[in-house]
């Protein structure tokens, strides 16, 4: 894509961005606006307006902004921002918001049922590998419901989202695992990873491939939901620990009837709960995240800088043993997880700033931190043979090198002025696939390759 497309494409994203903090509007109203821009943008261009003269008339021929516009206006009219005309309606509630309301309760309490009706037929917390399989599947398939049911998705896209999560029930459930095996564990571990882009499906309406700004809209709703999650899960932990307190004074011991039920159905709950006050709150969630990324960001840049410059002094690599292997591996998605927010919480037409070079640092330094586990990971392998662990460790390495050599290279072009900030964001987006994909094989093949040891 040449230049004049890339520039192009931060401004839709800037606009974009800025509707999405209107309390007023609805992610589906902003995907149905930008739909309507890049219509008439591009049939501007056909009739052969420049890019920009293309996108500030399209802008102004939408007419429903009124307010909104005004004020994006006036806090942007050194970039032309003038144009932009109507208001957006009140935000009061009304039956579609008190419709939603009640489905959302209703998906959240068949969540927290979900988790529980195992119990009818012999499976209990903590005995065998049953929950661990299956956590994913209580709740992730109601939450896609819920994106779907809020996107309008036709029957045809919602029966193509319910095939795997099908698919992935039959296959942790029939699989003969050896319980307490390598793949089994891997198994857990990646299910949800490789569902989660289903519910991405979902939240994007659909339309994945052709929709780049609803794929960065998916990366801060992941990122908001889990700060969500985080806060419902502290205050969740407060309240079970007030009702354990509180019985107690009167004599009553009621400790595992609350790690029975308020524990694992609250937390499915949760998660349909949070997903909704991301919907509807996304201006509140939105001064929050950016806020603990460049927090995140400068610390961890420091602590990797630091551990290779310790490596680089001591002369000694990774230590081969597995649980380190295993704290280093966390340690670099942490670091892309912050990449990845960083990329999406920011205005892609601002200029290269200092935070922008410390990301840079954190980049880079996590790429050679991530050579330095796959040196260490092929030297067990050499070693030891091949395993589930060390296969799935290989393979998760080499998709989070892949990411973080063209990430490194698109940021050192952005940072010295000769790309621009778009790139890196068409980047990230478009790799989010081979995440859910690699998840994927380590479910349903590892088991079959490795005989389910």
Sequence with gaps: MNELTDALEAQIARW?????????????????????????????LEAGLAADEAFLVAVKRMGRLDAV????????????????VAAPDDDAPGPAARTETFVVLGLAVAAALAVQLPRLFGHQFGEGAFYALNASLFVLPLL?????????????????????????AVAVNAFPFTPGGHTEVLAAIHL???????????????????????????????????????????????????????????????????????????????IVVGAWLVEKKQSVVENM??????????????????????????????????????????????????????????????????????????????????GVALAAILTRISEFGFSPNRVAA????????GNLAWSAWLYIRFVSGRGPFAAL?????????????????VVLAFPLLFRFA
């Design 16 to 44: 974009r961005t800025w509707l999405r903090r209107q309390p007023a509007l609805r992610p589906a109203d902003v995907d149905e606006l930008e739909g309507h821009l890049r219509d008439q943008i591009a049939a501007l």
């Design 69 to 84: 516009s005004r004020e994006f206006a006036r806090e942007h009219s050194d970039r032309l921002w003038k144009q932009l």
């Design 144 to 168: 896609t419901a819920y994106l779907a049911w809020k996107r309008g998705l036709d029957r045809a896209r919602c029966a193509w989202l319910a095939a795997p999560f099908a698919a992935a």
């Design 192 to 270: 949800p990873i490789a569902l989660w882009l289903a519910v991405g499906f979902a939240y994007v309406g659909g339309n994945w491939w052709g929709n780049v700004g609803g794929r960065m809209d998916f990366v801060r709703f992941s990122g908001e939901l889990f700060i969500y999650f985080v806060l419902m899960a502290l205050g969740g932990g407060v309240l079970t620990a007030f009702t354990i307190i509180s019985f107690e004074a009167i004599g009553l011991d009621v400790e595992g009837s609350a790690q029975l039920w308020i524990l694992p159905s609250g937390a499915m709950g949760a």
């Design 289 to 370: 995240a950016p806020v603990l990324t460049r927090i995140f960001t400068p610390l961890f840049a420091a602590l990797l800088v630091a551990l290779l410059a310790a490596m680089a002094w001591t002369r000694s690599g990774v230590g081969l043993e597995r649980e380190v292997l295993i704290a280093f591996d966390l340690l670099l998605a942490i670091v892309l997880g912050l990449l990845l927010y960083a990329v999406s919480a920011r205005d892609p037409l601002a200029p290269p700033d200092l935070f922008d070079r410390i990301l840079l640092v954190l980049v880079v330094s996590a790429l050679i931190a991530d």
């Design 394 to 401: 290989l393979g998760e390495n080499l998709v989070l090198l």
């Design 425 to 441: 964001e068409r980047w990230q987006t478009a790799y989010l696939p081979v995440y859910a994909v690699w998840a994927g094989f």
